[in-house]
């Protein structure tokens, strides 16, 4: 048996290391267009930090492909699938021929119109030592700018407040996690930020960045801001290139049944990339956490083997603002809730919104009330209603 997977993340990787747990004699590839062995992009924040060494950030050795007799192509891409075929042809010109296909290519972040010197991205560990160069040569006189209102602004957030250094964030909407949060939960994190010393412009839009080569500043309806550093967290999206005319369906995602099949037969996703049908929280979407990638990586693994299971989990994502723990559980869109619940409030210092729909809990996101997260947890892994629910309030 000929296993391709494109994507070297924990959700290729993890598949990669199952399929040979179960299959010692099988052909396993992994073709990856980043250069290192697997790391965590969870630990970038804390290696930025200077928290964790960057030899600590990596998960397995380059050796460790070799031992498991695992192909490894680092620093290849994949560049067209032909899935009448059976192969997928990478950036060396090679055609890679399977009998099964796992795609867990996973997203990249969206990027500005404008690129200039200073401006950051961050999901590899090479965007991770960019930006500490980048900071080192502006110095102690750096002025941070951070635009966007989600996970990577929030990265950039922690990481720029523990060097003391100003900051100013803005972002188009009025709230962070525009897509998540009912205002009151908004105001609690804008607080936070403006409490914090965050110069924040909210409904500020980027419109330009200023500078020749190196970025001195960007503009919004509110003015000119003056930076000598962007970090840049406005979402990320999937590169299809390599996909098209292959026949797999797309959507915000690879789209995948709760095997996570493909409509192809033999061509399967999984982790970010994945848009799977989720049989907890009923419907298609993609997640994007690490836990949720491994679970995927491990579970598609089963599936590519034989094992035709649903995939079930109930996944979250914990991130820290100045302070602030917030923690998303299942799906908390707004937009595809029936009715969202508020427990707590801005005065508290602590809220809840507990997302509906059809009658069962499917999420949660939780501000400094951690306290919640095993209940909600709990009842969306249960389908039970929100009415079945005993919160604590003080
Ligand atoms: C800075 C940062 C901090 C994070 N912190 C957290 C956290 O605290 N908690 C949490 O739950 N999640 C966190 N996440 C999200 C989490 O890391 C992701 O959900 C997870 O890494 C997804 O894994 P994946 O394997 O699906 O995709 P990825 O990790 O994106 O791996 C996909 C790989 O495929 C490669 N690839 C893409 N296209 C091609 C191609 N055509 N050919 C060859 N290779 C290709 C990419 O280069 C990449 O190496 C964080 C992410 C970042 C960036």
């Not at 997977?5 to 199952?18: P, R």
């Not at 980027?206 to 979402?235: N, Q, R, S, Y």
């Not at 908390?332 to 507990?354: C, K, M, P, R």
Request: glycine share 10%; charged share 25%.
């Amino acid at each position: 048996m000929r296993y391709l997977i494109i994507g070297g993340g924990i959700a290729g990787t993890t598949a990669a290391e199952v399929l040979r747990k179960s299959d010692a004699s099988a052909e396993i590839t992994i073709v990856d267009e980043e250069q290192h062995p697997l790391y965590s992009r969870v630990l970038l924040g804390h290696y930025l930090k200077g928290k964790v060494s960057r030899e600590r950030v990596f998960l397995k050795p380059a050796t460790w492909y070799q031992e498991h007799n695992i192909e490894w192509l680092p620093g290849v891409v994949a560049e067209q699938l032909d899935t009448r075929n059976k192969f997928v042809r990478i950036s060396d010109q090679r055609e890679l021929p399977y009998d099964k296909l796992l795609i867990a290519s996973g997203t990249v972040p969206r990027p500005l119109e404008v690129d200039l010197r200073g401006v950051s991205y961050l999901r590899t560990i090479d965007d991770a030592d960019h930006l500490l160069q980048l900071l080192s040569e502006r110095g102690m006189d750096a002025r941070m700018g951070i635009y966007g209102s989600g996970f990577i602004a929030c990265e950039y957030l922690e990481l720029f407040r523990e060097m003391n250094l100003p900051i100013t964030l803005a972002y188009r909407g009025d709230k962070f996690w525009s897509r998540a949060l009912l205002p009151e939960a908004g105001e609690l994190v804008n607080k936070v930020l403006v409490d914090g010393g965050v110069e924040l412009h909210t409904r500020a839009e980027l419109k330009d960045l200023i500078g020749e080569k190196e970025l001195t500043g960007f503009v919004t309806p509110k003015g000119t801001h003056e930076v000598t550093l962007l970090g840049v967290g406005v979402g990320v999206i999937p590169d299809f290139s390599w996909l098209r005319d292959a026949g797999v369906e797309l959507g915000s995602g690879v789209k995948t049944n709760q095997f996570l099949e493909t409509n192809v037969p033999d061509v399967y996703a999984a982790g970010d990339v994945a848009e799977f049908e989720d049989v907890v929280l009923g419907r298609q979407l993609v997640l994007m956490n690490w836990q949720n990638a491994m679970s995927q990586g491990r579970h598609v693994a089963r599936v590519m083997a034989g094992e035709r299971v649903a995939f079930e989990l109930v996944s979250s994502y914990s991130i820290n603002i100045f302070g602030l723990e917030c923690i998303f559980v299942g799906d908390t869109e707004l937009a595809e809730a029936d009715n969202v619940h508020l427990i707590g409030s801005l005065e508290s210092g602590g809220i809840t919104q507990v997302f509906e729909r059809s009658e069962r809990v499917v999420g949660g996101v939780m501000l400094n009330r951690n306290s919640d997260r095993v209940l909600i947890t709990k009842a969306i892994k249960n389908k039970q209603p929100f009415s079945e629910l005993t919160f604590v309030t003080e």
